[in-house]
């Protein structure tokens, strides 16, 4: 018997809906079966994984696709436990079509057997916005007093903030609900702009979901014990702890989470202020991660945080309680990176208060604090003045003299102010079409030299996105999707032909666990054990990794990547070779070769070692 997922497509533009059904062995998940509509209707597709629901650990992440407003191509965006609410609907997937008249909250409701509740609520998302907690936790208030006393068991709501309206990068936050109180422990489809995309193109601003539907999802712990013993030779639960010691406690750095792990374990490899960092000489590098990290930043997480296990799930089952907080407050390494050392923070007090100010406002994390550190040193070095941004002072991103506290809190008020002028769009900030777009504009009008202190990543004529916080040529590299894991991010030297290779690798693999519903802190042995799994309950394991390889050179296939527009991602490259020679001792001959080349020529050398990473990208991520 066909075993089909089931899609609700819903115009928003009118209110109407259907169903519709795909079969398993067409499509495989919210990947594959989103990257379809997606090119059909230009829709939000929001849907899980085939195991949502069971007891497999990991599997209930939520998944969002459709063509990015900020990147341009087809991206993906997942969020951690918000998958397990949206499997009471009974259904594998919502895709939204259309735009609505006003901006609605769009309310979803499945009481037993019955057919799913559709509904659109018109908002006055100003009165909503800038009142009480602001943005998209006051969002999340109001659409939960509005519809709670229609649910039996606890929803979920999905809601945007005021940057989905004023950006290109706006996101998407959720929180559990427990007992009829909203958690603090918020959850995010950050990267990709696709809050953006719900509320500009789809006119959604909130979605509130859940229900009573009960399904036959997987619950035979004896069989998947007996997966894992014969791959393993240890039981799902034990493997899985293993799995993820780093993302609840290591005991080998004596801290937790990826703020802690990472934090740990960066040395000299630290990125701060601006990036500025990457031409500091190492011993400078170590002193500001002991001084400013370690004896610092990194003491208050592990005294504030890991000692007093303040650690949480994400909305399912899981032993990684990966979500580590301080009162109302997530700390995670890249949000707490990009708007704490890249911005000349090093202070919890002064990340939290910007951190959260940008969350309200429903920012992608990363490329806010990116945008933010670019915004300061232009400030710093008198490329834009105060007036231009709307800001009251000059950052301080010096690092000798630095106060922690005091500088650290200054720089935090100054985030916090342009976070404000981009919302208001004060003095020349408009990043309605993008910081890619603005950049270009004020290099030509100002000085040309403002869109070489802006690390980027970029994709056909407007798209952009902020790397992930890594010192490595991964995280520039010409891939189709970009700003997530889909590429290799070890900070090993390999030659760029070889990375494009790897690259495609990590993305084949990463775009598996995506298309599953599964969160990637479970990647070392969800990678393995999934294939395994859709044999053992689908049959049909060989049309899995098939169905996964097509997948990929179909998303390949629209890869418009451009060559770096930026200075800074060239010196990102050479000091990132430079240091692997001078510091780690690599002797490596074609290190040494890519070192002289840069030295003679940075930018063609840059433009050489791009195009060979290209050129390993596409030679791997073909069907045939």
């Not at 303040?310 to 995670?332: I, L, S, T």
């Amino acid at each position: 018997m066909a075993i089909n997922q089931k899609v609700l497509l819903i115009d928003a533009s009118t209110g109407f809906y259907r169903m519709s059904k795909y079969e398993v062995g067409n499509f495989f998940g919210p990947v594959d079966l989103g990257l379809f509509l997606s090119g059909r209707h230009n829709s939000l597709n929001i849907g899980t994984g085939l195991l949502a629901g069971s007891i497999i650990p990991g599997s209930n992440r939520l998944v969002f696709t459709g063509f990015s407003p900020c990147w341009g191509g087809f991206f993906i965006s997942s969020m951690g436990g918000a998958g397990l609410i949206f499997d009471n609907l009974g259904i594998n997937m919502v895709s939204i079509l259309g735009k609505s008249p006003s901006p609605s909250i769009l309310y979803l409701n499945r009481m037993h057997g019955e057919e799913i509740e559709v509904e659109l609520q018109p908002v006055d998302l100003n009165s909503i916005w800038y009142k009480n907690r602001g943005g998209t936790y006051s969002l999340m208030d109001y659409t939960y007093q509005l519809f709670k006393n229609r649910y039996l068991n606890d929803p979920r709501i999905l809601s945007t903030g005021p940057a989905s309206l004023a950006t290109d990068f706006g996101a998407i936050c959720s929180a559990p609900i427990n007992k009829g109180k909203i958690s603090y422990v918020d959850t995010w489809a950050g990267r990709g702009g696709l809050g953006s995309k719900l509320l500009r193109e789809h006119g959604i601003a909130a979605i509130i979901y859940g229900g009573t539907f009960i399904d036959e999802d997987f619950r035979n712990r004896k069989v998947a014990d007996e997966w894992f013993q014969n791959k393993y030779n240890k039981k799902l639960a034990a493997k899985d702890f293993d799995a993820t010691t780093k993302y609840r406690f290591d005991p080998n750095f004596n801290t937790g989470g990826t703020f802690g792990v990472n934090y740990s374990t960066m040395g000299g490899k630290i990125l701060a202020f601006n990036y500025k960092s990457i031409y500091m000489e190492e011993d400078e590098r170590l002193s500001i991660h002991e001084k400013f990290i370690v004896n610092h930043y990194l003491k208050q997480f592990n005294e504030e945080t890991i000692q007093k296990k303040q650690q949480f799930n994400c909305g399912e089952p899981c032993v990684a309680v990966c979500k580590k907080m301080n009162g109302e407050y997530k700390k995670d390494y890249e949000p707490y990176q990009t708007m704490g050392p890249l911005c000349g923070v090093f202070d919890q007090r002064a990340a939290e208060k910007l951190t959260h100010h940008a969350d309200m406002l429903g920012f992608d994390a990363i490329s806010i604090g990116g945008i933010l550190s670019w915004f300061m040193e232009c400030l710093s070095d008198g490329l834009l003045s105060k007036n231009d941004l709307g800001v009251s002072s000059l950052p301080i991103l010096d690092y000798n003299n630095f106060n922690i506290e005091s500088d650290s809190l200054h720089n935090s008020q100054i985030g916090i102010e342009l976070l404000d002028s981009i919302i208001q769009r004060r003095g020349i900030v408009d990043l309605s079409e993008g910081a890619r777009k603005l950049a270009r504009r004020l290099s030509r009008s100002i000085n040309k030299e403002i869109i070489n202190k802006f690390v980027f990543n970029s994709f056909a004529r407007k798209g952009w996105v902020v790397p992930n916080q890594y010192w490595t040529p991964g995280v520039l590299s010409p891939m189709p999707i970009m700003g997530k894991y889909y590429m290799y991010y070890g900070s090993d030297f390999l030659p760029p032909r070889e990375l494009g290779r790897k690259n495609a690798e990590r993305f084949t693999h990463e775009l598996m666990l995506d298309n599953f519903g599964m969160c990637r802190f479970h990647r070392k042995w969800a990678e393995e054990m999934i294939p395994l799994i859709m044999e053992s309950l689908f049959n049909k394991k060989e049309e899995y990794l098939k169905n996964i390889s097509i997948t990929t050179s179909r998303i390949n296939s629209r890869n418009a990547s451009i060559f770096w527009e930026s200075e800074r991602n060239f010196d990102f490259i050479y000091h990132f070779l430079k240091r692997k020679h001078d510091v780690e001792g690599n002797n490596d001959s074609e290190l040494l070769n890519w070192l002289d080349k840069f030295k003679k020529d940075k930018k063609e050398a840059s433009l050489n070692f791009w195009y060979e990473i290209h050129k390993g990208v596409h030679e791997s991520l073909r069907e045939f």
